[in-house]
């Protein structure tokens, strides 16, 4: 009989070298996919190039792969399992005494290792190479005078004594402190508007807003242009910084440190903390999957239904595609506990891949 703990290393090696070969794989694809992307987007930037676009897709590639390792980690576990099954070394394992439990921890702590590593090597570096790669397309876009797009339209409000100001751009960069597209609300003390500026762009400066090319509406006024105008503020960097940042671009150790400054600068951190709970959810998430994908393949070896097991593979990975998205967004809007709302589907989810287990090996 072969000893326990050779069979778990054996086991755990079969594991982390498919591990290895899909994670190549699915970089490659990704690499691929988003180098034919920014060349479409930003080939015509002046100091485009084809070494840059390389470069800045290899720098969005950890961040993007974090994204997938949920999934992925469903695939190598059936993978691996229907591997071995196909050479009946799973039949021999069961054969010698060995129970399902005793044959799957190997592959549940190759899933917890991949989820530590993702949480502290890969978003990490995710984060950093991700600002590189928007400090990269900043620069193209400027030297090009284009500005850059965003779903994200910032509004601003400013009250300072008796101001109040409304700043609102369909675009920004540098942290928010240069807006594009910029109009301006100002409005008097009974909430009336009394006057409206749309200008090309608005820098941060102290003290104050700089527009550029504005022109002013006013109610008993005809409309003028200026050159450049100025629009008092109290606005800090750091504010614009904290209160613009996309949580997924701040990396694992910087969490709680962006979540105590936004919170002194009174900004909601519901975003931030689901961030935190998520990626440090993550090594029990990849276990959960692991022990659903070992449900699906113990099921294959004995019914030999690779249909079946495409499939189950195929539907788990869109239910946790769905709920992902719907945690984060329950957890970010404030409408669940951030804590409630990442960590009730990671227990869920453990506790139903340990149910499957327990009822096919025990009934």
């Given at each position: 009989m072969i000893a326990a703990p050779t069979l778990s290393r054996y086991f755990f090696k079969r594991y982390i070298i498919t591990s290895v070969w899909f994670l190549l794989g699915v970089c490659g694809i990704i690499f691929l996919a988003d180098f034919s992307e920014t060349s479409r987007r930003m080939s015509g930037f002046v100091g485009y190039t084809v070494t840059g676009g390389l470069l800045m897709s290899a720098l969005r590639?950890?961040?993007?792969?974090?994204?997938?390792?949920?999934?992925?980690?469903?695939?190598?576990?059936?993978?691996?399992?229907?591997?071995?099954?196909?050479?009946?070394?799973?039949?021999?394992?069961?054969?010698?005494?060995?129970?399902?439990?005793?044959?799957?921890?190997?592959?549940?702590?190759?899933?917890?290792?991949?989820?530590?590593?993702?949480?502290?090597?890969?978003?990490?570096?995710?984060?950093?190479?991700?600002?590189?790669?928007?400090?990269?397309?900043?620069?193209?876009?400027?030297?090009?005078?284009?500005?850059?797009?965003?779903?994200?339209?910032?509004?601003?409000?400013?009250?300072?004594?008796?101001?109040?100001?409304?700043?609102?751009?369909?675009?920004?960069?540098?942290?928010?402190?240069?807006?594009?597209?910029?109009?301006?609300?100002?409005?008097?003390?009974?909430?009336?508007?009394?006057?409206?500026?749309?200008?090309?762009?608005?820098?941060?400066?102290?003290?104050?807003?700089?527009?550029?090319?504005?022109?002013?509406?006013?109610?008993?006024?005809?409309?003028?242009?200026?050159?450049?105008?100025?629009?008092?503020?109290?606005?800090?960097?750091?504010?614009?910084?904290?209160?613009?940042?996309?949580?997924?671009?701040?990396?694992?150790?910087?969490?709680?440190?962006?979540?105590?400054?936004?919170?002194?600068?009174?900004?909601?951190?519901?975003?931030?903390?689901?961030?935190?709970?998520s990626l440090l959810s993550l090594p029990l998430l990849l276990v959960a999957m692991t022990l659903i994908a070992a449900t699906v393949s113990l099921r294959f070896s004995r019914m030999a239904q690779s249909r079946s097991v495409i499939l189950g593979g195929i539907v788990c990975g869109f239910v946790l595609y769905v709920v992902s998205v719907l945690v984060k967004a329950f957890g970010s809007s404030g409408v669940v506990p951030p804590f409630v709302a990442v960590w009730i589907p990671v227990i869920v989810a453990l506790a139903l891949g340990a149910t499957i287990l327990l009822h096919q090996e025990d009934g």
């Open positions: 590639l950890p961040l993007i792969l974090q994204q997938t390792i949920p999934t992925l980690t469903l695939f190598i576990g059936m993978t691996t399992l229907i591997a071995l099954n196909r050479r009946s070394e799973l039949v021999v394992t069961r054969a010698a005494g060995l129970s399902v439990w005793q044959f799957v921890l190997p592959f549940v702590a190759g899933a917890f290792l991949i989820g530590i590593v993702a949480t502290t090597v890969i978003n990490p570096i995710g984060a950093w190479g991700q600002d590189l790669a928007t400090s990269m397309e900043t620069d193209w876009r400027k030297a090009s005078n284009a500005s850059k797009p965003s779903n994200f339209l910032p509004w601003l409000r400013q009250i300072d004594g008796d101001s109040d100001t409304v700043i609102g751009a369909k675009s920004f960069d540098n942290g928010g402190t240069r807006l594009f597209n910029v109009v301006v609300f100002h409005f008097d003390k009974n909430g009336r508007i009394t006057l409206r500026q749309d200008a090309d762009s608005a820098t941060l400066e102290n003290g104050y807003w700089k527009l550029n090319n504005v022109l002013d509406t006013r109610t008993d006024a005809p409309a003028s242009r200026k050159e450049t105008a100025q629009v008092r503020t109290n606005l800090k960097q750091e504010f614009l910084q904290e209160s613009l940042s996309k949580p997924e671009s701040v990396a694992f150790f910087n969490i709680l440190r962006k979540i105590e400054v936004a919170r002194s600068f009174g900004i909601s951190t519901k975003a931030l903390e689901t961030q935190f709970h």
